[in-house]
């Protein structure tokens, strides 16, 4: 099988490259399968390969209706980190950091994912008090948290706007060291190695239009290569959890929103870690490529188009600005959109859903490419045993109908606020 | 740039407005009878359709007036506009 070092590039450079194996297989779909994961982004890859691993399920596919990566794990941000404060998120993204930690270990794949930390900034004296707050809340669950004053922000960071006139003067900022980025195709691409060697079919091409049902239960998925049987269903779909649903007329407490991300051209090394405005919405770091790699808000209004609007970009560049103002005359390179499973709460949904053989992994917000290996961990935990992990239990369906909120900003049952 | 045409103020970019969101929830009445469930599904629960979309906007920047808006949520093409209680959905070309 495919492995890669420096011996191999150099043994392959002597034949043109032209006798590379191919990293995973192309296998034709089977007529039925114990488990269908649907959507081969990194929840879906990390969830069969779990499923495999800890729970030797073996007889999985995973479906994809475009190409692996190609939804929200191959278009985010790559930002990484546990700096969360209500339990129900905290200890399941802890966890998942924890096995961010390991994955390039466990997947013999370089994930590159790097630890440079990520900091939010602080603008006043309430915002410092709030972050004081949430970092000793996080130590108290044994994340690792620092506060920084204005000092320690501009020894750490000198490029942010430290001048008398700054309309948002930097008061401090809430460091979280174990964070960081990690390489999104890489992980879709470790991930789905890792699971093709553990038996996993990776159908590409392959939409699921429909389902076939008996009683409370889906026999098979109709897609666009002929019906498929399953035991058990997994959603893994991110932004098209919506529309996947309607099939089966089920609604959920989320809608589908765009958020862009963008790419500067490449500078010299300038920010060697991972940086958040406080006082709108931006954050940065710089890619091993030397491009800036940023964002800021969702587009705000309902879409599932893959790509954004243009009073969004000015919006997103005005908000770096204000904190980086030695950016001003940098150019923008590409940018792109993805479309995002905003939650009602802000929170995701791990678990069960009201049909018997269905299970749902959705609501990521902005912020679900850090949780890949952790969602896969307890989503593989939870089909395998139709029950949750107590890592998600909290993170159920049914926390809406009883009120019980995992709303990390308090914003309100608006999804685009969160 | 979507546009949005204000049956008040004409054709004007959507950077004017304010996005409040899907149009057709309705809010249960305090005096009436609503159940849980109703309150539940006022609050929480969206069709979030891939296509024609039914939404409120205000025009924040304008007349301050919320209008609706049929919107398809895929290709952003905005179908109709209208008076915040017009019912839009015929004007959509077959979907709802
Ligand atoms: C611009 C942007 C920036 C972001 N920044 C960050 C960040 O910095 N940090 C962070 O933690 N998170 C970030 N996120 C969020 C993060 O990318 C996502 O939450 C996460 O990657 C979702 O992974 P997924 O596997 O659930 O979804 P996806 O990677 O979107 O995978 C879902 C897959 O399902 C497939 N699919 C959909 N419908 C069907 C169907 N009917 N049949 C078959 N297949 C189907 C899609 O093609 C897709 O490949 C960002 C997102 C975006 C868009
Ligand atoms: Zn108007």
Redesign the pocket.
Known sequence: MAEYSAFSLLRHALTGHKDWRRAWRDPEPKKSYDVII?????????SAFYLAKNHGIRNIAV???????????????????SNYMLEENAHFYEKSLQLWEQLSDELNFNVMFSQRAVTNLAHSDSQMDAFARRGNTMRLNGIDAELLDRKQVQREMPYLDFSDNARFPIYGGLKQPRGG?AR?DAV?WGLARGADRLGVDIIQN????GFKREGNRITAVE?SRGDIGCGKIGF?????TG??ASKLGMKLPIESH????FVSEPLKPLIDTVVTFGAGHF?VSQSDKGGLVF?GDIDMYNSYAQRGNTPMIEHVVSAGLAMIPSLSRLRILRH??????MSMDGSPIIGKSPIDNLYL??G?????????PG?GWVFAHTIANDAPHELNAGLNLERFERGYMVDERGAGPYPNRH | MIRLDCPYCGLRDHEEFSYIGDATKTRPAHAGDASAEDWFDYVYIRDNPRGPHQETWQHIQGCRAFIRVLRDTLTHEVLATGLPHEDLSAKSGGAS
């Open positions: 649907v959507g081969a982004g990194g929840h879906g890859m990390a479906l994809e209706k475009g190409y692996l990566g190609g939804g929200n794990t191959g278009r985010n941000t790559t930002i990484v980190r980025t999104h879709a392959c939409e699921v239009t897609t893994a779909v991110a932004g098209s529309h996947l765009v958020l862009q991300a954050y964002g792109w959109g993805g479309v995002m499973d992994n959705c990521w917000c902005y912020g679900g490419f850090k949780a890949t969602s």
